[in-house]
Structure formats: structure tokens, C-alpha cells
């Protein structure tokens, strides 16, 4: 059996714990390059769905969520429309901007038709930012008649800025920073 010194036992300590974490490093850096790992944030904002005494009910819900995963500037939208009741039946869906106006990548912006209580209809955008610079994204829900001049909506907005080519800062139509991972409510447009 062989003996060391202390002097040797702790250098080959040392050897180890070094090729150790460089294998580690190595390791991770490698996964990192085949399967990214992106910090994903998710802001929402949605009607207030609650049937207070005085208000009369809505007739649309809309819930406007954007997703942003890394630190790409590229969102994902999902706008949810439910009908809540029958009249009236025509609703026109959109995603609307501001003066600066991202490029589209993928989905649709609008959609019109008739749609009556409990069913839902859903746009899929995906948008990128491709200046610096503030950007608006509104999302909104008319239901209109034209028969008898009935109208209602309901609307959301973000505003998202972008520094360095990096989404740095979400905020609501009021200008307040939004938490990720947080509903707020948004607004809605009585007849």
C-alpha cells in the first residue's frame, strides 16, 4: 500500500476539484448550446369578469396575454375572446399598435364573425421588435348589431420597450411596470 504526504494527498485534492468543475462547465455550457434554457415571463391582462350590482354583464370577456421568453425581442400574444350571450352575435377581434409597429412573424391580427354565448375564439400572433424604441400592443373585442345600433367592447393594452435589442420593461396603458406572472385587470367599454 502506498503512503502519501499531506503535501501530495492535497494536490491530488486540488487536481480533482478542478477537473471537476471544469467537466461540470463543460457539461453545462454544452447542454446550453443543444437546449437553451431562456427565462420565460407571462403578463396578463383580462376583463373584470365580475357581475357587480349596477353593471350590466358583459357580453365579451377578453384575456390578452404576451409571453417573452429570453432576452430576445419577440413576443408571443394570445388573445381569448368568450361570448357571453347571444346578442349581440357580430364581434370583431384585433391586435392594434401605435406609432412604432413590430413585424409579424406568425398568426393573425384580426378576425370578424359571429359568435354566440359560451364559445371562444383565440389569436395567435408572434411579433418582433426589430428597432429600439416604446412599442403599444392593444388587443380588442367589439360586439356590435347593426340593427339596432348595440355596441360593447372591451380592450387591454401593453406598452413594451426595447433598449439593446432586449424587451427591458413591460407597462399597462397607465404606464405602471407590470410583474410578470401577474393577471391585471384591463379595461372595459360600456355601450
Request: proline share 5%; charged share 15%; with cysteine.
Amino acid at each position: 500500500m502506498r503512503v502519501y504526504s499531506k503535501k501530495m494527498f492535497f494536490s491530488f485534492l486540488l487536481l480533482t476539484c478542478v477537473a471537476g468543475v471544469a467537466v461540470v462547465a463543460l457539461t453545462t455550457w454544452s447542454l446550453d448550446l443543444i437546449l437553451p434554457i431562456r427565462e420565460t415571463k407571462i403578463y396578463q391582462q383580462l376583463v373584470n369578469y365580475d357581475n357587480k350590482p349596477g353593471k350590466p354583464l358583459p357580453c365579451v370577456r377578453l384575456n390578452h396575454t404576451i409571453i417573452v421568453s429570453g432576452d430576445t425581442p419577440v413576443i408571443e400574444s394570445v388573445l381569448t375572446v368568450t361570448k357571453k350571450t347571444d346578442l349581440p352575435p357580430d364581434v370583431k377581434i384585433e391586435i392594434n399598435f401605435g406609432a412604432l409597429t413590430p413585424r409579424l412573424i406568425d398568426g393573425n391580427l384580426t378576425w370578424s364573425g359571429q359568435m354566440y354565448a359560451n364559445q371562444t375564439k383565440t389569436l395567435y400572433t408572434k411579433l418582433a421588435f426589430d428597432t429600439d424604441g416604446t412599442y403599444y400592443v392593444g388587443s380588442q373585442a367589439l360586439a356590435y348589431s347593426l340593427s339596432d345600433g348595440h355596441n360593447e367592447g372591451s380592450f387591454a393594452g401593453y406598452y413594451i420597450t426595447v433598449q439593446g435589442g432586449k424587451i427591458t420593461q413591460v407597462t399597462d396603458k397607465n404606464g405602471l411596470e407590470l410583474t410578470p406572472n401577474t393577471q391585471i385587470e384591463a379595461t372595459r367599454l360600456l355601450p
